[in-house]
């Protein structure tokens, strides 16, 4: 299923509206869709290497602004909107034990490791933020700075070793997935448990 995902998501990568595609994906999962960017985002940069810093920027760009989405959710209709697809998303209970004991300089804090590491998934510390009233101004600023960080290293390192990574990547899919999640889950509790 791993295999067909990631070249269902190659092809996706190659065509004209992929750019687009990454917006929308990079816009929605900032604010209540599951799927990160990531999954069109490397694909894309290791099909079109030359494009790599563009759609870092893109996928930057809208998840930002799908973030601002979020934090609206978050202030203006948490009950309405925000409680019933965190609930969806099986998020409810993730999201309640954070607003418990969440302080500006925590909401800073889940702001840059779910920027950076998707721990928590960004789109409960967006909403989060909104919900704890977080400053909007300094909210915009450490989302553009996690979120270009991620994309534009992410960029960097995927055109400088473009090939060599593509198959890195699909020799050993299955073994990167699980690390990956296992450093971040580790990461997480590690955050969590000194909290």
């Not at 050993?172 to 450093?183: C, M, Q």
């Amino acid at each position: 299923m791993l295999r067909n995902l990631y070249a269902w998501t190659m092809a996706l990568a190659a065509r004209k509206a992929a750019a687009w595609w990454l917006a929308v994906i990079a816009f929605v999962e900032s604010s209540f869709f599951l799927v990160p960017a990531d999954v069109l985002f490397i694909p894309m940069v290791l099909a079109r290497p030359r494009r790599a810093y563009l759609y870092a920027a893109i996928a930057t760009t809208a998840s930002v602004i799908g973030g601002i989405l979020g934090w609206a959710i978050g202030h203006y209709a948490f009950e309405a909107v925000a409680r019933p697809v965190l609930a969806f998303y099986g998020k409810l209970d993730t999201f309640d034990s954070l607003a418990a004991s969440v302080d500006w300089k925590t909401i800073l804090l889940l702001l840059v490791t779910s920027g950076l590491a998707h721990l928590p998934p960004i789109k409960v510390v967006t909403i989060l933020s909104g919900v704890a009233n977080f400053n909007l101004g300094l909210f915009i600023l450490s989302a553009i700075i996690a979120r270009g960080a991620r994309f534009f290293a992410l960029a960097w390192l995927l055109n400088t070793y473009g090939e060599d990574m593509r198959h890195f990547i699909e020799k050993r899919l299955k073994l990167i997935t699980a690390l990956a999640a296992t450093a971040l889950i580790g990461v997480y509790a590690v955050y969590m448990l000194r909290h």
